[in-house]
């Protein structure tokens, strides 16, 4: 680790480092700029193909060869270093809810930027732009990698992380990359190395319908969804002592829940969606295991109600995974943890390891290096109407980021 601090300190010394260091604190308005700008073309997932171009305009005009993959992700590297191995630095496109308008995203009078997505990820893309910016007129002597840029699609909501599985298990480019530094959100004090695993399920409660009063008995799909989420929730809260005790945090979120047409007849179907999160991947089954006990409860209650007040009709159930994120741990040991720590303490950063869901799930999953950390500044309300940046302090995450990057790239 010594040599590490000392091979940090020599490295932010060095004239043309030192020069971009600098310069994140002098362009401070045009990466607020490209900010602003960026998080006003509207990327919600399954949708990031404007914001895609945008950025390929970008980074070709800072002469980056961009283009886009199969799977729509942005991939752009330098001329000279377009051949591996390399080291990818990603921010991904899609947000949660977008802007209607452009005028959705504001300046507000205390100086934060307002809006859908400005901080997940408008402060990871505009850190990724920052970061391209400065390698592009600086480059760095007796590089032994490569950087190619990667702003990939899926990462939100059920694109289940669809752009970085295609980067790392069926891109040409996949097994040239060497380590990821994953930029999302903004902030310093974090240093994500566990994976944390999640898997999605939407069920589904079919039957006959009927009006609510002349078809009374007949099953109702809305009674048996709400016995089904009363009962997981009953089941899993009595378990959670023990399960955090033994596996660790583990976490369920019932949403989007629909169903019925009317309020005078009896629902003919039932639908909501099931996240679970934990740090052990033998919870997450065992949780999707008491998903399918708690259903098929409901369902026989509800039929067996139905026929003791003989109404018509049957009910049927269905239970279909949505989406899984495997989980992983950057190793302790790892060249890349070594270097992020000794970045955190030449600057002064007091950070922490933490886990959570993003997109270095995937190359973590798979044994790789990787990690996700911040690009600055502050936020919060992530996932609202309501959510906020503000640029304070971003120049320390760039800065971070950058010296993370020198260090990678020289393979020290």
Excluded at 94 to 114: E, K, Q, S
Excluded at 284 to 289: I, R, S, V
Aim: charged letters at 25%.
């Amino acid at each position: 680790m010594f040599r590490s601090r000392s091979g940090v300190r020599g490295l932010s010394q060095e004239a043309p480092i030192a020069e971009a260091l600098r310069q994140f604190g002098r362009e401070r308005a045009w990466v607020n700029e490209k900010h602003l700008e960026l998080c006003r073309v509207g990327a919600p997932t399954f949708f990031e193909e404007k914001r895609a171009l945008w950025m390929v305009a970008e980074l070709t005009a800072l002469g980056y060869v961009a283009k886009l993959d199969r799977a729509g992700n942005v991939v752009a590297f330098l001329p000279e270093e377009e051949r591996g191995p390399w080291v990818a630095v990603t921010a991904h496109l899609d947000t949660v809810l977008a802007p209607r308008t452009g005028d959705d995203i504001r300046l507000g009078p205390d100086g934060r930027f307002l809006g859908p997505g400005v901080a997940d990820n408008g402060a990871g893309l505009a850190g990724l732009l920052a970061i391209a910016r400065q390698h592009a007129l600086r480059g760095l002597r007796d590089q032994k990698l490569g950087l190619i840029l990667v702003a990939n699609v899926g990462e939100e909501g059920e694109g289940n992380l669809s752009g970085m599985r295609y980067l790392c298990r069926q891109s040409a480019l996949a097994e040239q990359i060497e380590a990821f530094l994953v930029l999302d959100g903004p902030g310093v004090e974090h240093l994500t190395t566990q994976a944390l695993g999640s898997r999605r399920f939407e069920v589904v409660f079919s039957g006959p319908g009927g009006h609510s009063w002349s078809d009374a008995g007949n099953p109702n799909a809305v009674h048996a969804m709400a016995k089904t989420i009363a009962d997981f929730l009953d089941c899993h809260g009595r378990r959670a002592g023990f399960l955090h005790t033994r596996y660790g945090r583990s976490t369920a979120n019932f949403s989007l829940i629909d169903g019925g047409t009317s309020i005078n007849s009896i629902p003919g179907s039932a639908r909501a969606k099931l996240d679970l999160r934990s740090e052990s991947t033998e919870v997450l089954d065992e949780l999707a295991e008491l998903l399918t006990d708690c259903v098929e409860r409901a369902l026989v209650g509800e039929n067996e109600r139905a026929m003791a007040m003989r109404g018509s009709g049957r009910m049927s159930a269905k239970i279909r995974e949505i989406g899984s994120r495997p989980g992983g741990l950057l190793s302790k040991d790892s060249h890349l943890l070594e270097t992020m720590r000794a970045v955190d303490e030449h600057l002064g950063i007091q950070s922490r390891l933490d886990c959570a869901s993003t997109d270095a799930n995937i190359p973590l999953s798979m044994g790789l290096e990787a990690v996700s950390i911040g690009a600055g500044g502050s936020g919060g309300g992530a996932h609202t109407e309501g959510e906020w940046y503000h640029p304070e302090g971003r120049e320390i995450g760039l800065r971070r980021i950058y010296l993370a990057l020198c260090q990678l790239l020289r393979g020290a």
